[in-house]
């Protein structure tokens, strides 16, 4: 083989699809993964969330007590409203991403379910968990989510945030009506809590699970990024991810 063969050569890497994909490979190194919407969502759906964890834990907790008349004073007023707008973001944002789901790409669907059912899952899974704790020293590559992150997506923020949308539309109703859409909706909850303080307390729990969630999330992102070069953080920017090493 001549020099200038060789240099015409483009090195290629292959890359380990998600399981809903087949198994099947790409040989290229900068792959699309994440769509505008979706990234567009992510976004939103985090600033939602930044509200409504700081706004929720003032109303569950208390702010102290203003000087002056009341009339004055609106400050819880303006917290539990930001809370509540915050919550029509979040719950029409949730909406519209199962509507994504829907008709875009498999990637778009990683969050809405975790293939329990497929053996490479679990062996995937095994290695992931093994990365994770610093005893693999090459991480495999993911189009989209590792199983760990699709784990934790699912049962960390999928259903935690169906959770806190019916409970938090649940508490709403209290104030709306018992005419209200929300209570028609969401008045069942009552059924299996009565007393609505305790709707309340679980309301509270899901922000933390939320919370933990979130932080666990931003550090291993920032990891990946660092350690298996996988381009994570700009892939929720630009939509592609490239493997650099």
């Known amino acids: 083989m001549t020099m200038s063969e060789k240099a015409g050569q483009v090195p290629t890497t292959h890359l380990a699809v998600d399981a809903e994909q087949g198994d099947r490979s790409t040989d290229r190194d900068v792959v699309d993964v994440y769509q505008a919407p979706v990234r567009l969502w992510?976004?939103?759906?985090?600033?939602?969330?930044?509200?409504?964890?700081?706004t929720g834990y003032l109303?569950?907790?208390?702010?102290?007590?203003?000087?002056g008349e009341a009339s004055d004073n609106f400050l819880f007023g303006y917290i539990r409203f930001a809370h509540f707008a915050a919550g029509y973001v979040l719950t029409?944002?949730?909406l519209l991403r199962i509507y994504?789901?829907?008709?875009?790409?498999?990637?778009?669907?990683?969050?809405?379910?975790?293939?329990?059912w497929r053996s490479c899952f679990w062996s995937e899974l095994w290695h992931a968990m093994r990365w994770y704790a610093f005893l693999e020293v090459k991480a495999e590559r993911h189009v989209g989510h590792n199983p760990v992150a699709r784990l934790a997506i699912f049962f960390?923020?999928?259903?935690?945030?169906?959770f806190m949308i019916v409970t938090g539309f649940a508490l709403?109703?209290?104030g709306s009506g018992?005419?209200?859409?929300?209570?028609?909706?969401?008045?069942?909850?009552?059924?299996?809590?009565?007393n609505s303080q305790d709707v309340r307390t679980w309301h509270h729990l899901g922000l933390w699970v939320?919370?933990?969630?979130?932080?666990?999330?931003v550090y291993a992102v920032i990891r990946e990024d660092i350690m298996s070069r996988g381009g994570v953080v700009s892939s929720m920017i630009s939509g592609q991810r490239e493997f650099r090493g």
């Not at 939103?44 to 409504?52: D, G, M, P």
């Not at 109303?59 to 000087?67: F, V």
């Not at 960390?156 to 169906?162: N, S």
């Not at 018992?178 to 009565?194: D, K, M, P, T």
């Open 42 to 54: 992510h976004w939103i759906n985090a600033a939602a969330i930044l509200v409504l964890g700081n």
């Open 59 to 67: 109303i569950a907790t208390g702010i102290p007590a203003m000087p």
């Open 92 to 94: 029409v944002g949730f």
């Open 100 to 116: 994504l789901a829907i008709l875009g790409d498999p990637n778009a669907w990683q969050i809405f379910y975790v293939p329990l």
């Open 156 to 162: 960390m923020f999928t259903l935690p945030i169906g």
């Open 172 to 174: 709403y109703a209290q």
């Open 178 to 194: 018992n005419e209200s859409w929300q209570y028609r909706l969401f008045g069942w909850v009552f059924a299996i809590w009565s």
């Open 210 to 217: 939320v919370l933990a969630f979130a932080l666990v999330h």
